[in-house]
């Protein structure tokens, strides 16, 4: 076993004191943007990037902003805001944090050159910004923001001398943060980093690996054989493995809605809303909660996962009802059914193959035929990146994350998005609305209406709460991933 393990992680094996050894987390697949800290604020991406880079702002565990390399804010007017930034701040390469760095990360996010970032759309209010002085930076939006400090957890810093002499490929390969780790080594299996020691927010560990394992058994395989010490993106059977070996099994919930995607500007059934209610009413999710997903979660019938901005509480889920199912397919001319293709990748989340055959057995059961198209994981995030789907549907988080707000989950189904499989103009000016109300109560009254508005719309098959199964070594203490995307690594320890 430890022969093949060493194998399998591209690594040789040895006995290492607990000082030295760094803490291994295996992942399905490495970021493909590198260590580029603009391209996008999700994982896998984001796992890495949070060990080498800071914000101005982050979340804590509640979902409240806190202070991070800015330690205050004040809005100047409704465009306009201020950030005193954290003193005593360098880079991994010595190089002292201050103004200069916020300045050219909104330069670079807000230019052309960024159009090929996830990031600006994902943070698209920025505007510009300005150095007051070295330690307080103005930001301005290209809106009223009233959640600016929100957006801000997601815009990481790049050591900016750094960034204008290598460029942004090279950069990506050769990264300078704040962060607790800085980038040693970097190869297509195994990323290797080491604690910064001048890092304002230290690490305890020695050192840091992140380790390409496609197969969740692999993954699971490394903990049992003492060669990992966190196993990423497995399944609630996987957990039950290490727990039984003395291990642990670690359960949450991202701050994000699973569901399948309908691409809605391709001519067929799927256009009319009854036809996608019905697939809603089809479905019991709670039957592959239960059986495939360890009871981990809940259901849900909109875009807002309980801990985001804009979740409302009063939405229930779709009920399963098959016989109210095939009475809306009557009433829309389908009482024989329909057939329609979903393009997928599976191995990415706990059971997805499973679960995707679940479905299409729930769907045969009203006349409905649903083929699954299977195709690479690297091939399928090319494919969502251009909405270059070959069928009618595809499986997708409904992502809340940098911002927790249900503006930013609804913002890549919408007319907003550069290439959209899903566009109701008559929604859109509620969208504004809500992100730039500074009315609180209102704010949040607007997001209800957007969340309803999805529900009763239905462009997805709305499943659940995305939930997250991390296997843990017993030796790992302290661990902590904030909304599922932000280790802790400065409180993590790894013992003997």
């Known amino acids: 076993m430890r022969l093949w393990l060493a194998a399998a992680l591209g690594v040789a094996w040895c006995t290492c004191s607990a000082s030295a050894e760094p803490l291994r987390i295996a992942v399905d697949i490495l970021p ?19 060990a080498m880079f800071d914000a101005l702002t982050r979340f804590d565990e509640a979902g409240t902003v806190q202070p991070s390399l800015a330690v205050s804010w004040e809005k100047i ?28 990360a909104i330069s670079y996010i807000t230019s052309d050159d960024a159009n090929r970032e996830g990031l600006k759309r994902e943070i698209g209010i920025l505007k510009a910004a300005r150095a007051i002085d070295a330690m307080t930076v103005e930001i301005t939006t290209t809106e009223p923001a009233p959640q600016l400090p929100r957006y801000m957890t997601g815009l ?54 992140v380790i390409a394992l496609p197969e969740a058994s692999t993954r699971t395989s490394g903990i049992l054989a003492g060669r990992l010490h966190i196993a990423m993106s497995l399944s609630p059977d996987n957990l039950q493995v290490l727990e039984g070996a003395g291990h642990k099994g670690i359960t949450g919930v991202d701050p994000a809605i699973f569901g399948i995607s309908f691409i809605l500007f391709k001519k067929g059934p799927l256009q009319d809303v009854r036809v996608r209610r019905a697939l809603n009413m089809a479905v019991n999710r709670q039957r592959i909660i239960d059986a495939l997903l360890g009871g981990a979660t809940v259901m849900t019938g909109q875009p807002a996962a309980r801990s985001v901005l804009g979740y409302d509480a009063s939405i229930a889920p779709y009920p399963y009802d098959p016989t109210a199912a095939k009475k809306l397919l009557r009433e829309a001319g389908y009482e024989k059914g329909f057939s329609f293709v979903m393009d997928a990748a599976t191995g990415i989340d706990a059971n997805d193959a499973a679960i995707y055959q679940q479905v299409q057995s729930d769907l045969r059961d009203i006349g409905v035929s649903m083929e699954i198209r299977t195709m690479p994981a690297m091939q ?22 940098p911002t927790l707000d249900v503006t930013r989950s609804v913002l890549a189904h919408s007319c907003q998005r550069m290439l959209p499989w899903y566009c109701d103009s008559t929604i859109t000016s509620t969208m504004v609305d809500a992100r730039t109300e500074f009315d609180d109560a209102k704010a949040l009254a607007l997001r209800h209406q957007l969340a309803q508005h999805y529900h009763d719309q239905a462009p997805a098959l709305f499943m659940y709460e995305s939930p997250t199964f991390v296997g843990l070594s017993s030796r790992v203490k302290n661990y902590k991933l904030i909304n599922g995307t932000h280790f802790q690594f400065n409180d993590m320890e790894l013992q003997k």
Request: hydrophobic letters at 35%.
């Open 32 to 50: 493909p943007s590198l260590g580029n800290p603009y391209r996008t604020s999700l994982p896998p991406t984001i796992w890495t990037n949070a």
């Open 156 to 209: 990481l810093l790049g050591e900016p001398k750094a960034w204008r002499s290598l460029g942004r490929d090279e950069f990506a390969r050769r990264p300078v943060g704040t962060g607790p780790f800085q980038m040693s080594d970097m190869s297509n299996n195994v990323w290797k980093l080491s604690a910064a020691k001048n890092a304002w927010r230290p690490t305890k560990l020695e050192g840091l690996e």
């Open 380 to 401: 399928y995030y090319n494919a969502l990146r251009a909405t270059e789907f070959s069928g009618e549907a595809f499986p997708v988080d409904w992502q809340s994350w």
């Open 77 to 104: 007017d409704s465009l306009n805001w201020r950030f005193k930034l954290r003193s005593g701040v360098t880079f991994h390469n010595g190089e002292p944090f201050t103004s200069d760095a916020v300045v050219t």
